[in-house]
């Protein structure tokens, strides 16, 4: 979480410096600011609390010339959401952006004396003891960063400018990323890809244990602990700049929402030899895939819903145990680890800390790990023994649409793989696995037809402040990412359950007029699941059913009906998918929500 740019060069920075958190902003946007040299070589300092728009006011009336400076844009860590605690802090010679969280920062307060502070953040801590080495090195600032990285416990992206150093750019991080790049305009350094976009097509990864210096056409980079130089090979950037453009669309969600036919085109079609799913690009060979006996999925949020649906699936087929994990208690778990055990840690952005803390433990007991990511040269995707990539593109919304989609059919292709391989699907079974998926492009483009009867569904739920998703099996997982989805864009309270669940204690809340959102797609279950949609109707709650369109119904059971193609109920999932996306979008629409930015979330959780 929090977004950190740097530039230097031969261009405005304050405008380079905007633009990368407004690209950025998807990491946190509780508050932002800037620190620049101005013409005189002078620091000057912007904050102000709220979305970068409201810095960009106040970067306009700045009439300073600049060409070096360093941005934040920030999530709300330790303390509240003020200007004092916004980005940069400042101490002495030191201006300091930080993305993490300073774990021992309460003890180096006490070693180091540090009384007053002007913020109730752990960040100025380490900029207060930066300074102090900074002074004592004869304003080293290679060694002074040495120093104070030996003395943080936490994870840690910082980029700092000296009041005495104009045109020079300092970072180090430990677990949150940095990136960098050299274009013609100068040099950049950024939290993630999306800022370094429209600049290069070339970036570096800033290693841990180095620090990176930038100045105005180079970089370098020293080891941390001799302070010999590092050479690094640049990594190639394959994301368009278009990628990261709304494209026409009002708001990136639903551009991201409308990209998952070609997403899911492009993640498909290179893992098909022939309709058999094929792995030979990530050198996953059909051995090793035969050998697994245990799968382990660790994951967040909606990449954790893509986990639980692949295991709804494939455990009944494989019939080797399959488990998705939460990584955030994953990772403080004892997992039983054998060694044909294998870990498969998902996640769009690479870098969720809870996931990479889960593959970390994995390791350490000796799983094999095989990511699935979207972010290419991510932590995750670097720290597996193999990889993954969904070619979702950028994902900026903060709520993930094609990253799910994409996710649920990669773990489809790898999961029939093993099961054939282990005997469990036959090569006919296979193939028309496979051809079934690769038709779902076409049902998803058929599904945004549903748009209409979607936007008065917003319309009626706008104005509610309770609302229940129920399923059965799979339905259950979409009924959870609906759920999702749905209070995080509409901040409308909203439960999913089991649907046979209900009457064990949650029944007791329905009543007159709440929504119910029943999913129904799977023909051996349906009588059940509709029994249940007769128990909360009986209550007189408010039913949206979505459904197969094939299945029959009591035609006065629901408010609204959206029915979906009829199809394998274990692909019905994409279908769905798309449906409890829409109806997230518009209701937030409807409510005039920002869709994109949702209150106190940030696209990339980098702290615990
Ligand atoms: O980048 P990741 O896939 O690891 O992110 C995991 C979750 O933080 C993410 O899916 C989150 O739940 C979304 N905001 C949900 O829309």
């Known amino acids: 979480m929090c977004g950190i740019i740097g530039f230097t060069g031969n261009i405005d920075s304050k405008r380079i410096l905007i633009d990368g958190l407004e690209s950025l902003e998807y990491r946190g946007y509780d508050s932002s600011g800037v620190s620049f040299f101005n013409e005189k070589n002078k620091v000057e300092t912007i904050k102000c609390v709220g979305k970068v728009e409201n810095l960009k006011k106040l970067i306009d009336k700045n009439l300073s010339i600049s060409n070096c400076g360093i941005g934040h844009t920030r999530w709300a860590t330790h303390g509240n959401v003020s200007i004092e605690n916004a980005h940069p802090h400042k101490s002495g010679f030191v201006n300091l952006v930080h993305n993490g969280i300073i774990e021992n920062y309460i003890s180096l307060k006490d070693k180091y004396d540090i009384k007053n502070t002007i913020s109730s953040t752990d960040t100025e801590i380490a900029a207060i003891i930066l300074n102090k080495f900074y002074t004592e090195t004869n304003n080293d ?32 991080r430990k677990v949150n990323p940095l990136v960098s790049t050299i274009s013609n305009i100068g040099s950049i350094i950024s939290s993630d890809l999306t800022a370094l976009i429209p600049y290069s097509k070339e970036y570096y990864i800033v290693p841990e244990d180095s620090i990176i210096k930038l100045e105005q056409y180079k970089i370098k980079f020293y080891n941390i602990n001799n302070l010999e130089r590092i050479n690094l090979t640049p990594c190639e950037l394959n994301w368009s700049n278009d990628s990261t453009m709304k494209d026409g669309y009002p708001h990136y969600m639903i551009k991201e929402i409308y990209e998952q036919p070609k997403a899911l085109e492009n993640t498909i079609r290179p893992h098909l030899k022939n309709h058999i799913p094929d792995f030979s690009l990530e050198n996953i060979t059909d051995e090793f895939l035969k050998s697994i006996d245990n799968i382990q999925i660790v994951a967040c949020g909606t990449a954790l819903h893509a986990g639980l649906v692949a295991c709804n699936v494939f455990s009944p087929i494989i019939k080797i145990p399959i488990t998705a994990y939460v990584a955030s208690e994953y990772r403080y778990s004892e997992p039983l680890i054998t060694k044909n055990t294998l870990v498969i840690p998902i996640s769009q952005s690479g870098e969720t800390v809870d996931t990479i803390a889960s593959l970390s433990l994995a390791k350490s007991y000796g799983a094999k790990i095989l990511s699935v990511v979207n972010v290419r040269s991510s ?15 950028p994902e900026i919304a903060v709520a993930s649409t094609k990253a799910y989609t994409v996710q649920i059919a990669t773990l489809f292709l790898l999961f029939s793989k093993i099961a054939y391989l282990k005997n469990m699907m036959t090569i006919d079974e296979l193939i028309n696995f496979s051809k ?19 936007k008065e569904i917003a319309k009626f739920l706008k104005f509610k402040n309770d609302c229940f998703y129920i399923g059965r099996l799979q339905d259950y997982i979409s009924s959870l990412e609906g759920a999702l989805k749905l209070k995080e864009i509409s901040y409308i309270h909203t439960d999913a359950y089991a649907a046979g669940e209900l009457k064990h204690g949650t029944i007791a809340l329905i009543t007159q007029g709440i929504p119910v959102i029943a999913i129904d797609t799977n023909i051996n279950i349906s009588s059940k699941l509709l029994s249940n949609v007769e128990e909360v109707k009986a209550r007189e709650a408010a039913i949206i059913l979505i459904i197969n369109e094939k299945f029959e119904y009591k035609k006065d059971l629901a408010k609204f009906v959206v029915p979906i193609k009829d199809i394998d109920y274990r692909f019905a999932v994409f279908p769905v998918s798309i449906i409890t996306q829409l109806i997230a979008y518009y209701t937030s629409l409807e409510k005039g ?16």
Do not use: H, M, W
């Open 593 to 608: 929500l920002d869709v994109d930015k949702p209150r106190n979330l940030a696209k990339s959780v980098t702290v615990e």
């Open 436 to 454: 079934t998926l690769e038709l779902i492009p076409q049902i998803i483009t058929d599904t945004f037809s549903s748009d209409k009867i979607i």
């Open 141 to 172: 600032p290679l060694v002074s960063i040495s120093r104070l990285s030996k003395e943080i416990k936490g994870t840690y992206a910082f980029c700092v400018i000296f009041d005495d150093r104009p045109n020079e750019i300092f970072a180090i």
């Open 379 to 393: 932590t995750i995707s670097r720290e597996s023994d193999f990889c993954i990539f969904t070619n979702a593109g």
